[in-house]
């Protein structure tokens, strides 16, 4: 089946940028959505298709995609944005849909 | 608001069954495709299953089918996900979510609080 490969984790100093990597061929052919998961919560979305934003989701969080890579960047990381961050796509294989591995983001 | 309330998990042996429902609100339910979604303990998010707006076609991920079924009532406003064959590693927590685009985009736009599974003997 297919997978998505996200590094385990990532820190960021207060206020700096980050960037979120999310790997795989599925990515090819469809956009990535992205998803905040904090402690004991439900996951949320942040980003979905080329570049989308539900309401409520601050704009420094901003994805891109180039080949089989998806990327979700956060720019002037704040405290609360210390979470883990998992990717999601569509799939061609036997598995309709498929997340990645997350990431866990420290904020410093 | 929109809302997605998930219930009927527990703790059961492994064999054992479960159906879990999860209440929609606040929008027109039978216009939305919807996923179930689960993460064991200290692990991943793993998309578990998926069905279309009308019931006509249903999808599941290979570590479940053919032990998991999902299905909807739209006259009810509920998805439901029948879990059979339960095993030690299906202990996790159940999250509903629905499909935010009908034809083209891919994500989840809302999702429940989750409903725990836990198997054990």
């Known amino acids: 089946s297919s997978e998505l490969t996200q590094d385990p984790a990532v820190s960021v100093a207060l206020g700096q940028t980050v960037r979120i990597t999310c790997q795989g061929d599925s990515l090819r052919n469809y956009y990535a959505s992205w998803y905040q998961q904090k402690p004991g919560q439900a996951p949320v979305l942040v980003i979905y298709?080329?570049?989308n934003r539900p309401s409520g989701i601050p704009d420094r969080f901003s994805g891109s995609r180039s080949g089989n890579t998806a990327s979700l960047t956060i720019t002037g990381a704040q405290a609360e944005d210390e979470a883990d961050y998992y990717c999601?796509?569509?799939?061609?294989?036997?598995?309709?849909?498929?997340f990645g591995t997350g990431t866990k983001v420290t904020v410093l | 608001q929109v809302q997605l309330v998930e219930s009927g998990g527990g703790v059961v042996q492994p064999g054992g069954s479960l159906r879990l429902s999860c209440a929609a609100s606040g929008f027109t339910f039978s216009s939305y495709d919807m996923h179930w979604v689960r993460q064991a303990p200290g692990k991943g998010l793993e998309w578990v299953a998926f069905?279309?707006?009308?019931?006509?076609?249903?999808y599941s991920a290979d570590s479940v089918t053919g032990r998991f079924t999902i299905s909807r009532d739209n006259s009810k406003n509920t998805l439901f996900l029948q879990v059979n064959s339960l095993r030690a590693e299906d202990t996790a927590v159940f999250y509903c979510a629905r499909r935010g685009d009908p034809d083209y985009y891919h994500y989840m736009d809302v999702w429940g609080k989750g409903t725990t599974v836990t198997v054990s003997s």
């Open positions: 298709g080329k570049n």
């Open positions: 069905i279309r707006y009308d019931g006509n076609n249903k």
């Open positions: 999601n796509s569509r799939d061609s294989s036997v598995n309709l849909y498929v």
